[in-house]
C-alpha cells in the first residue's frame, strides 16, 4: 500500500463517531481533528493541512461559513476543502462550491468514495504547488535576467564614452589628412548610434513596465522625419535609388510648411527611424516611399506607404516583439518598439496591407495646440 505520511488531513466534524469512521478510513495520512468552526480554523491556520473534509452541519458556526473565513484568509486560501454532507440538494453544493469548497461527498460515508476523492484532490494540490513553485523560479529568472541586462547596458557606456571622445582628442593632437578625418567620424558616429542603441533598450524596459517618464513637448514632424533621411537613409536611397516623397495633407511640402505635435522628441525620432527603416529594407529597387501627413482630425496622422505587402505568416502579428520576415540581422523588435512608443506618448499605431495599396503603418499623435 502506497504511503501518504507526507500529506495531512484536517477533519472537521462535530459527531465523534464521524470522526472515528473518516480517521479509520484514511489511517495512511497524517490526521488532525475539530469538532467546531472556531477549533477548525484556529487548527487550519497552525497545521496547514493539505487537505481539509468540512461538515457541514455543525452548530454557532455551519461548514459553509467555515469555508467562506479559511478561502478569504491569504494563509489558507489555498487549502482544497471537501464537504462531507448529508444534504443532497442541487442547491447546496451550489452553496458549497460558492464558499470555496472543491468537491461534495454524501453520507452515508463510502470508504472507497473516501479515498479515491481525497487522493484525487492531493494530487491536484500537489500539481498546483508544483506549479506555483515553477512560476515563481521563472519570475526570479526573468528579474535577475532583466537585472544582468540592464547593468550591462549602464556598464557598456563608460568605455563607449571613450570611444566617442577618442577621435576629438586625436584631432587636438595633430594634423590629420582627409582620409584619416573620415575614419574618425566613422568612429564618431559609430560610436553614437551604440549610444542611442543602449539609451533606447534602457527606454524600451521602461515603458514596457510602465515607469517611462514621459513630458511632451511641441515637435515640429516634418522638420524630424527630414533629419532621419538625411542622416539615415540618404545613402541607401541613393544606393538603391529609393525615392522617399513627403506630403502634407496631399500636397507637396512648401519651404516653411511645419506640423507641431506633442511628443517626446527621442521616441518620435527612434519610432520614425524604424517605421521608415522597415519600409525601405521591404522595398524594391527603383521604388518610391510615401510619407503622408494629415492636419484635419484631433490626432496628428502620419502615413509611411510602400509597395510592397506584409507576407501573411506575420500580418497578425506585426507589431509583436521578436516578429521578424526574411532578415538574417533583423531582431524584431523594430516595430515593436515603435508600438510602445507611439502609446508611451498617448497615440496609435495600426498597419493596413494588400495588392492594393502595398503596406501603410499609420501612427497617430497628439497635436499641439
Known sequence: ???????????????????????????????????????????????????????????????????????????????????????TEDNDELVGFEAGGADFISKPINPLKIKARVKTHLALKKATDNLKKQNKLLIEHQQLLEDVDRISRHDLKTPLNSIINAPECIRIAGIINEQQEEFLTMIEDSGYRILTMINNSLDLYKMETGKYEFKPLPIDIIALINRIIYKEFSSYSKNYNINIHIKFDEKPLCKNDSFIILGCELLCYSMMSNIIKNAVEAQHIDDVINILLYNNNEMAEIHVQNSKVVPDEIKNTFFDKYVSYGKKSGTGLGTYSAKLMAETQGGSIEMKSSDDIGTIVIIKLPKSD
Open 1 to 87: 500500500m502506497l504511503n501518504y505520511n507526507n500529506e495531512s488531513i484536517l477533519i472537521v466534524d462535530d459527531t465523534p463517531e464521524n470522526l472515528d469512521v473518516l480517521g479509520g478510513i484514511l489511517s495512511n495520512y497524517k490526521r488532525y481533528f475539530a469538532t467546531n468552526g472556531k477549533q477548525a480554523i484556529e487548527r487550519a491556520n497552525s497545521i496547514l493541512p493539505d487537505l481539509i473534509l468540512l461538515d457541514i452541519m455543525m452548530p454557532e458556526m455551519d461548514g459553509y461559513e467555515i469555508c467562506r473565513q479559511l478561502k478569504s484568509n491569504e494563509k489558507t486560501c489555498d487549502i482544497p476543502i471537501i464537504f462531507i454532507t448529508a444534504k
